[in-house]
């Protein structure tokens, strides 16, 4: 009997819960678990909801919610035991009864429904017939237009109700089979689900596996034809499949009855909730803008309580989204239906702008990406018989290839960071001019004084300084996009993921670290693709030890200085030990995290041209959030490291060094040298590191005035925050144009060659790799890790690590050189 059948004050014991697994697990909550008892409290006719006592607690159930909640009820309870025989007539006291109630819903409790899903052939009504065939009862019964059969039999200690469904390809509302079997799946929840694949043909029965995992069912997968599967001699690692997939997976040879037994063993299991390992519930990845999409509807259907026990809203939100005529209906019936009609109306046009697409096509394309990705991991079709049909599949030979797959990769990576220096340098130069044209231009109208000197070398020269790297940004992010649009960037993951498993990381953690190479920011940025939480917290703890193009301009000018021969080997020696200590921290890091580390498909999906509008739409994304969480950090940052090296008593001195050393920049250097020395660094070198806590950039534009020899303190004040305002030729505060940069570079590197060892200068370059990654950065980590709590701890152990390295790179550079 259901629930909601219960008159007011009847009391019941609870036999099982059906629908889809959020509404189950939500009441589970509640109390309403097998075996407990219940009381109704007031169940008037048409008054919903009802009102139960369970577990001593008033809960109120909708009608709907209570009709999925099976119990033996009293009278059924009696009316039974008078059957058997077994009620002693009327005398049956309260306690007797409520026994013999938990004994009658644990009997009860032992019929399964289980509902057999899957493509026409792949052998459901041969699985269904050897299951129930040698037992009684094997009737046809109509459905609307379609016939399912049912079939009972016992098995384990249990009687199975087994319903042999029409085969489809999939579970959309075109056909009455589909729209049938859906209808089954829906109200009439089956205990299990039993997802008849044909092994023979993987791609395809998989798309439908995909469908069944949004519904948010309990599944079991009978992995069927499996004879022929092994005649090919294909490889499958069903146990990572299934570990990927959510469900487990039972081979079966449904014509001669192999495998039976132990696919509905597991039935046993997983309807008794005995294998939570295997059985969870996974989402389908359908790529960020489509799950954008799908969250916002979900976001709006959530609202609506009484439909929640019906369908899973994801499932629902898909459909939606995918214009699915029935599920139409259901949300043209919700209160807020303008709602999310208008949400839907606005997402489609969204993603029909982003990718080319509708969302229907779009949704398909993502579910084959997922199947591909899982089968590139687990499958691998017998070499004789392996056919590429698509185009996709022509290019995947070549690109995943043993062989080609790691230079082809090198080979793009170089490309992309080679054009993004090459093209980036012209823009670069049209932004530097604009900036120095503009602190010029700013600097002729206002009147001399601290105030101007903030304007122009503070606030232009500083925010000048970060803004000529957006080029660089902008076409990393361009070449970026290209190669996710693509569907390169996904192959990419895909062949790093054996290798970044090893450091207790996955594939989609090797992109946003290659892109820290150019820059930390949109790298950790980045790390959103990666679902899994702890693999994104511990890539975006490490991207800071990638070294950044804003760390070369430093080892350009110290490596230039005191290793001119070998400076090449210098460089890529600190890349080296950038990449080496970030595999160590994630090696660390990954014990310490104590989640759980639950695999994940990696999506493969078709290769397509990309559009160029789609591109622009991408990297303008990208580039506006980049700008929209920097600008306001680094103005504030110029300002402060301006204040430090101006103040106190910035007009008491006549050069440029003294000024520096009395500034409070200079005392902070000051102050640390006892730290510093062993790592033999002058406060000097101090000065530069505190300056590039701002911006790594701003550490040879700081040792630059450090180490100036005698230049009056005007033009300082020019080339404290930023040499590049300094260069304009028509303001008196600026260097004088005779002056080149390059001059200046090689006057600042004699002076380090003169006040610094060899082993002090490469320790230098160690820490400047290594330490607080710049603000920038660490904002992002707080914004992309959900609190300062990570950006925290970035920064000190950067900042130790350092240290170490620093010290170890001294002492033992100091015996050799
Ligand atoms: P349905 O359309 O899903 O109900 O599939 P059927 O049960 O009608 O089976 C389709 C065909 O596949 C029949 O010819 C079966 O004999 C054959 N078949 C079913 N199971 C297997 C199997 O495990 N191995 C092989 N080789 N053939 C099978
Ligand atoms: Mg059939």
Known sequence: MKLSELGTGERGVIVKVSGHGGFRRRIREMGFVRGNKVKVILNAPLRDPIEYEIIGYKISLRRAEASNIEVISESEAKKLLTEREALPALEADDEYIEREMTTLAAERRKEIRVALVGNPNCGKTSLFNMASGSHEHVGNYSGVTVDAKEGLFEYGGYHFRIIDLPGTYSLSAYSPEELYVRKNLVEDTPDVVVNVVDASNLQRNLYLTTQIIDMDLRVVMALNMYDELTAKGDKLDIKQLGYLLGMPIVPTVSRTGEGINDLFDKVIQIYENQDPHLARHIHINHGSELEQSIRAIKDLLKKNTDIRYKYSTRYLSIKYLEDDKEIDSVVEALPNRDEIISVRFREQNRIKEILNS??????????????????????????GKRRRNTVTEKIDAFVTNRWAAFPLFFIILYLVFDGTFVLGEYPMKWIEWLVSTFGSFVASVMQEGWLKDLVVDGIIGGVGS????????????????????????????????????????????????????????????????????KSRLITMLIIPLMSCAGRMPVYILIAGAFFPDNAGLVLLGLYALGILLAIVAAKIMSAFFKEDDLPFVMELPPYRIPTAKSIFRHTWEKGRQYLQKMSGIILVCSMIIWFLGYFPKHNAYDTVQEQQEHSFIGYIGKAMEPVLKPLGFDWKMGVGIVSGVAAKELVVSTLGVMYADDEPVSVASGSMSDDKVGESESSDDSLSAGVSEALAETRLQRALVKSVTPAGALAYMVFILLYFPCIATFIAIKQEGGGWKWAILTAVYTIILAWVAAFLTFNIASLFI
Request: proline share 4%.
């Open 466 to 533: 970060v803004l000529v790297f957006l080029p660089n940004i902008l076409l990393l992010y361009l070449f970026i996009s290209l190669l996710e649009d693509s569907g390169y960037m996904a192959r990419a993951a895909f062949i790093m993921d054996r290798l970044m498993h090893k450091i207790g990381l996955h594939g989609k953690s090797f992109i946003p670290m290659i892109m820290g190479f150019g820059c930390n920011v949109p790298a950790v940025m980045a790390t959103r693709t990666i679902e899994n939480r």
């Open 358 to 383: 509708s969302i229907g096509s779009a949704m398909i394309d993502a579910k084959y990406a997922f199947v591909q990705g899982a089968l590139a991991e687990t499958w691998e079709p017998s070499q």
